[in-house]
């Protein structure tokens, strides 16, 4: 057997070298007293100090967006010096950046190994539109769950994010997108938050959140402290598959808004769609939206519906709908599908899926329909599949490669 292996490649430079564990732990991503405690136990910053240099740190790191200690010109070189010699605020490398004609982006994002795992690659999108601008955040490399129409749903799940990478996805858009204020803001300044790029952000990417609850709540409760990235939590959206015993708490003790990829409204046939619901079904998922801490006409759900062609968008199952969530504050989201490859479903006509919004709107529901983004680049809904995948491939050459060599364990 001839085997070859191209040792340019970064995919198999990156697979060569690891696993290696990432040398300086990142302060992005800690509570401001995790903060000022990890400064005190490095013995870097006295104690009675901590309180005061987490709150600088804090406005340097969100405020500010700085990725590198010498730029954060209020603080002591001394300081600057000690505290890169202890941590990291480097972003994740950057793979690949693609545009979409309509102006949507996509980044491919590298987050170094954590412990003896290996690196991992997840996608994040940004998406432009009048007056505001959303990014789509992932929550997990790949997914546990498998949606029978979301790309995602078929890689496996190769890990949970981190509080620091869910963030990390957000500060290195925003870098990307030119949204921080520029080297010459003065230090504490505060930065209006109009005219921001990304103005929006949704847990919409990879991953169910829900099944990585707390790094996903420390990551939200920091992109919205008021002193930091100062996001409002009206502007954050979470969206579940619907994992019913979270969702409580979702509203208790993150606050963000709620959105339900919904799709069915029949258990039969959510069962086939999401099959989550076969573990949490339409009633209980019903009366948890009904409980959602926060719900008002304000502040309503959103129910997100894909639209499969002869599937789910007859006016039968419009009528089924609107009954499902009579007396539930919600939007519906009407998604229309965005094929893959090798997917069996369909998108429905767009008659189809406009005479299904106009029932729900005669029905008194707002009905967006969603219209879909960054198709030519496969960052539309339910298209992101990291290269995480081909990566393991190529972790698993690359190890042949060394056994070849002599180098390899076995
Ligand atoms: N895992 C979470 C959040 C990520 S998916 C969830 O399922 O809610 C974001 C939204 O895109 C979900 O509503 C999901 O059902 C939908 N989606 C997935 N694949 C899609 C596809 N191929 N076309 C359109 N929407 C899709
Ligand atoms: Fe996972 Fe959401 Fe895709 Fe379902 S739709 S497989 S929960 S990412």
Request: glycine share 6%; charged share 25%.
């Amino acid at each position: 057997m001839s085997l070859s292996l191209d040792l340019t490649s970064p995919d198999a430079r990156a697979a060569l070298a690891c696993p290696v564990a990432a040398e300086k732990p990142p302060l992005i991503g800690l509570t401001r007293p995790e903060l000022a405690e990890a400064l005190v136990a490095a013995g870097i910053v006295p104690e009675k100090q901590a309180k005061m240099r987490a709150s600088q740190l804090w406005h340097w790191l969100y405020v500010r967006g700085v990725s590198d200690f010498s730029l954060m010109f209020n603080i002591s070189k001394d300081l600057r010096t000690a505290l890169d010699r202890h941590f990291s605020i480097a972003r994740p490398e950057v793979v690949e950046e693609q545009n979409s004609t309509d102006g949507t982006r996509k980044w491919l994002f590298r987050f170094p190994p954590r412990g003896a795992g290996r690196p991992v690659e997840i996608e994040t999108v940004y998406i432009p539109e009048e007056g505001r601008g959303t990014l789509c955040i992932s929550s997990q490399v790949g997914c546990t769950l498998t949606c029978s129409f979301c790309h995602t749903g078929t890689q496996k799940l190769v890990r949970n994010l981190t509080a620091e990478e869910i963030l990390a996805q957000l500060l290195s858009a925003r870098d990307r997108l030119g949204d921080f204020p520029d080297r010459d803001t003065p230090a504490g300044a505060i930065v209006p938050t109009e005219g921001r790029k990304v103005s929006n952000i949704v847990m919409m990417g990879m991953g169910e959140p829900l099944y990585n609850f707390e790094a996903v709540k420390k990551a939200l409760l920091i992109a919205s402290d008021g002193d930091g990235l100062a996001l409002s939590k009206r502007r954050i959206t979470l969206s579940t598959s619907g994992v019913v015993p979270e969702i409580y708490r979702t509203g208790e003790e993150i606050g963000v808004m709620l959105a339900i990829s919904l799709h069915a409204t029949n258990d039969d046939l959510r069962d086939l769609l999401v099959p989550i619901n076969k573990k949490f079904p339409l009633k209980d998922l019903i009366a948890a939206c009904r409980a959602y801490p926060g719900l008002s006409n304000a502040r309503r759900i959103t129910f997100e519906y894909v639209m499969l062609k002869d599937v789910n968008d007859s006016l039968d199952d419009a009528r089924a709908l609107v009954a499902l969530l009579k007396g539930i504050p919600a939007k519906i989201n009407l998604i229309p599908f965005n094929p893959w490859p090798g997917t069996n479903y369909q998108c429905s006509d767009w008659e189809t899926i406009e005479r299904f919004a106009d029932f729900i709107n005669n029905a008194g529901y707002a009905s967006p329909i969603r219209t879909p983004r960054g198709r030519d680049i496969l960052a539309a809904c339910g298209q992101l599949k990291s290269e995480s995948e081909r990566m393991r491939k190529v972790d698993r050459l690359a190890l042949e490669a060394m056994m070849i060599a002599g180098h390899g364990e076995a």
